[in-house]
């Protein structure tokens, strides 16, 4: 499935091997994400495996996001798909479920059995707060390859600045959010992509 | 949980998932409510507590949140519970999600496609920052604190997110956060 020839240099130098290895690294960084996986994603695709840039990596979960179902494991999807077709999306999806399921469903047997212990309660509290802190210091990150972004510093930050605001302070359902920013957004950017064509 | 399979509840659990498989937009925490009103409130299935647990524990340990849903399911009928509403909930969106990433593949050039990228590129990081804003403690100044350090800490050096975690949880037990 070697498609498209990737633009020069803007190219990340590695790639998965296998599928088997492509459900062993997602089995590995699912294993990671405490209190959520896109931290853990961005890092090792991104950063320790070097399979995607930033952009890439923005792209694919652009599409997760949009489509229905849990964004995650559309995310793995896309990121397996890229590179062995079918049974590379199956793979990936795999790997990010299948480990964590059994440990789940080991800790809810466990838990039940400790219900109420207050070092739990505390140390699931810590957690969730540097959950908080990762997925922040993850978005830092995924920010950088927006500068070049046809829609331009202030039109990026004003649509991301909107988007928090729409969700985290208004509450507002996430499909008017993608209805009424994410629509004009793409109207902007395809304006703004094919005056950038003409000379 | 009886040793034999209740196949009409399986299938019921399996279904209640189907349906909302393509509903899960933004994220499987979102069917949450839904879930709470057929399964708790309806169905009498499970109560608040149980439900609690079984999002707390899926937000706690490794993996996605999605897996909420399986303990739900696992609750209510044991591991082919489980697994009936995992298969519910992932069948649909799948299916969708692989159609479209074929479309993608073959259309990759297209204007659309391209415009699609960069207008959406600055929405999915807004959500992915609305996410933590959520998580946030913005009842506890030494909590506000820890994620902001935290949120610095994976930003600008390569320290282990693991090591963050489980000092996470050691400053929890310790009540300092």
């Known amino acids: 499935m070697s498609d498209a020839s990737p633009p020069p240099g803007a190219e990340p130098p590695a790639a998965p091997r296998s599928c088997t290895q492509l459900f062993l690294v997602f089995t590995g960084l699912a294993l990671q994400g405490f209190g959520g996986v896109l931290a853990v994603a961005q890092r090792e695709l991104c950063e320790r495996r070097r399979w995607l840039s930033a ?99 202030l039109g990026v930050a004003g649509l991301g600045g909107a988007t928090l605001i729409a969700i985290a302070l208004l509450k507002l359902p996430l499909g008017a959010v993608l209805a009424g920013l994410g629509l004009p957004a793409c109207l902007w950017a395809h304006r703004r992509l094919r005056a950038g064509r003409k000379p | 949980m009886s040793p034999d399979l209740d ?48 999002i707390a524990i899926a937000q706690a340990a ?46 990759a050039r297209h204007p659309a496609l391209r415009a699609f990228k960069a207008g959406m590129a600055p929405i999915t990081l807004g959500l992915m920052l609305a996410t933590g804003f959520v998580l946030a403690p913005w009842g506890s100044a030494p909590g506000l604190l820890l994620a902001g350090a935290v949120a610095l800490l994976v930003w600008r050096t390569r320290v282990h997110l693991l090591l963050l975690i489980a000092a996470g949880a050691l400053l929890g037990v310790l009540g300092w956060v």
């Open chain 1, 55 to 153: 952009a890439e990596f923005l792209e694919m979960l652009a599409f997760a996001q949009v489509l229905p179902g849990p964004n995650v494991c559309n995310l793995s999807l896309a990121v397996g798909q890229r590179w062995f077709g079918l049974r590379g999306a199956l793979a990936a999806l795999a790997g990010m479920l299948a480990l964590p399921l059994l440990l789940v469903l080991a800790a809810t047997a466990w838990v039940i059995d400790q219900a109420g212990a207050a070092w739990l309660q505390d140390a699931l509290r810590g957690m969730g707060i540097v959950a908080a802190g990762l997925i922040v210091g993850a978005c830092l990150k995924l920010a950088r390859p927006l500068r070049e972004s046809p829609l331009g510093t």
């Open chain 2, 62 to 107: 490794p993996g996605p949140n999605l897996l909420f849903i399986p303990v739900l399911g696992y609750q209510v009928a044991g591991l082919p519970g489980a697994l009936a509403m995992l298969v519910g909930i992932l069948i649909p969106s799948t299916t969708l999600a692989l159609a479209a990433l074929r479309l993608g593949q073959t259309h």
């Open chain 2, 7 to 54: 196949l009409p509840l399986l299938a019921a659990l399996f279904g209640q998932a189907l349906l909302l498989s393509l509903l899960a937009i933004g994220g499987a925490i979102t069917v949450a409510p839904d879930l709470h009103r057929v399964m708790v409130a309806q169905q009498a299935w499970l109560d608040d507590a149980q439900f609690g647990h079984a």
